[in-house]
């Protein structure tokens, strides 16, 4: 290992050693799954790459790392290991997520991937990497797509199957993973009772922990974020302060900017749109249909049950504002925002849309506060249904 490889996990190290001293072990589990993977990989291991909704049961059944695009950029973005220098290849509007992770491996911080998983949902921008990845590297690809989601998922598992050992038993996968929807449904019904419980920043720098369902290290991760929450509750007090749901990503290099701007104004962030996954459970039997249905429930996969979905999370966590942020050059989600806009201004629920580049830019969290603050003295008060800013 050189270089780069060696600075990475260098860092990842002591983030990992840092956040262990800390009440938030269960960060510090979560790098670690992650920290291993790459040592494995640096050590010579061949691994995967995928995009997202490739379900993490199938990807946890085979002797070979699965390396997820957009959870390996925000790990190395928050160690900093990118530099400010955006030119690839790719084509300039592409999300920088897919330029980020070509940067990794063109500056040898990650090595080629042995294969690719692309599956054509929800965002093409990852399907446009995974493609110049194949063409240019001649690395073998297999697609899934939601024409015949099922049949896709049985055939690349018959295909990773011919070529990597297969380690795991489908129905130890099943029993992980179920349990790991357990602990998030109980962690979810302390977040609805007691909104504010936990840090909605501690809940974005870990919410990839989808990515590994089926593995132990999901229910390790889950088991020490409920454990923290359990320790919350004795002292938890409920404040009046207007309470805040984020949708979208937040800036990769700034994970703590929400617990700032709380700091900095009277409210308080409750819950995140990218937290709300898992809502689905796996069978032994029907294990293709299963992972069929995991991904078609997804919260991105209907633009109108999303809406509701979030604005019932809102209901019952009796949050007043949303602002989402919308990363640029996004394929995806920012077409959906109007959406959004027009339902909530219908409903007389507050609605604050910002945007930036969550990759390579830092975004100036004084405009959210500034207006925050402005607008708070009204919020709940005599204007609650005035709509704030929105871009
Ligand atoms: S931010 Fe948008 S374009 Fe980028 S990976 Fe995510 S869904 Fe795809």
């Not at 979208?248 to 290099?253: C, D, F, N, V």
Request: net charge positive.
């Amino acid at each position: 290992m050189l270089g780069k490889m060696d600075e990475f996990l260098n860092k990842l190290d002591l983030t990992i050693r840092f956040m262990k001293n800390t009440d938030k072990k269960f960060i510090s589990t979560y790098i670690k799954s992650q920290f291993k993977a790459l040592e494995n990989i640096y050590n010579g291991s061949p691994y995967i790459l995928s995009t997202y909704y490739f379900p993490s049961e199938l990807a946890c059944i085979y002797d070979v790392e699965v390396i997820y695009i957009e959870r390996l950029v925000g790990l190395a973005v928050g160690m900093n290991m990118l530099d400010k220098d955006t030119t690839t290849p790719l084509h300039h509007g592409i999300c920088s997520y897919q330029k980020a992770f070509l940067k990794l491996i063109e500056q040898k911080i990650i090595p080629k991937p042995q294969m690719i998983i692309a599956v054509r949902y929800p965002c093409k921008d990852a399907v446009k990497l995974c493609d110049y990845l194949h063409n240019t590297y001649k690395i073998p690809i297999f697609y899934l797509s939601l024409r015949q989601l099922r049949k896709d998922l049985e055939d690349v598992h018959d295909y990773l199957s011919s070529q990597y050992q297969v380690i795991e038993d489908i129905k130890d996968v099943v029993r992980r993973s179920n349990a790991a929807h357990d602990l998030k449904k109980t962690i979810d019904h302390y977040r609805m009772q007691y909104p504010g419980i936990i840090r909605s920043d501690d809940c974005l720098k870990i919410f990839p922990i989808e990515n590994d369902f089926g593995k132990d290290s999901a229910t390790y991760v889950l088991k020490g974020l409920l454990s923290c929450i359990e320790k919350n509750i004795s002292t938890y007090q409920k404040d009046n302060k207007p309470t805040i749901c984020w949708m979208g990503l937040i800036p990769l290099s700034d994970n703590n900017m929400l617990t700032k701007i709380e700091k900095y104004t009277h409210c308080k962030f409750v819950y995140e749109e990218m937290w709300m996954f898992g809502d689905y459970k796996l069978y032994q039997d029907n294990f293709f249909d299963a992972l069929t249905e995991k991904i078609k429930q997804s919260l991105f996969y209907n633009t109108h049950r999303r809406i509701h979905k979030i604005h019932d999370m809102m209901r019952q966590t009796h949050t007043e504002i949303v602002i989402n942020l919308s990363h640029h050059n996004c394929s995806f989600l920012p077409q959906t925002i109007h959406q959004f806009k027009a339902y909530f201004e219908q409903k007389g629920i507050t609605f604050y849309n910002i945007s930036c580049d969550v990759v390579y830019e830092k975004f100036d969290s004084h405009s959210i506060m500034n207006s925050i603050n402005k607008h708070v003295p009204y919020i709940g008060g005599e204007n609650k249904d005035a709509c704030l800013h929105l871009k």
